[in-house]
């Protein structure tokens, strides 16, 4: 059981530091992208109509 214990932790850890490394990976393949998401999310144009 204790061994089962020690594989799952290291399991855990392997998937974290994929996720990590994928998400930094994309953040600086793809910053303009990321930015300008983040960016249009944060500042929201109003388009008033006049009638």
């Known amino acids: 059981m204790d061994r089962l214990k020690y594989f799952g932790m290291w399991l ?3 998937i ?5 490394s994928t998400g ?3 953040l ?3 910053g303009d992208e ?3 998401t ?3 999310m944060i500042h929201h144009e109003q388009v008033v109509e006049n009638k």
Request: no cysteine; hydrophobic share 55%.
């Open 12 to 14: 855990l850890i392997i």
């Open 16 to 20: 974290a530091f994929y996720l990590f």
């Open 24 to 26: 930094i990976t994309y």
């Open 28 to 30: 600086y393949m793809h």
């Open 34 to 36: 990321v930015r300008g």
């Open 38 to 40: 983040v960016y249009n």
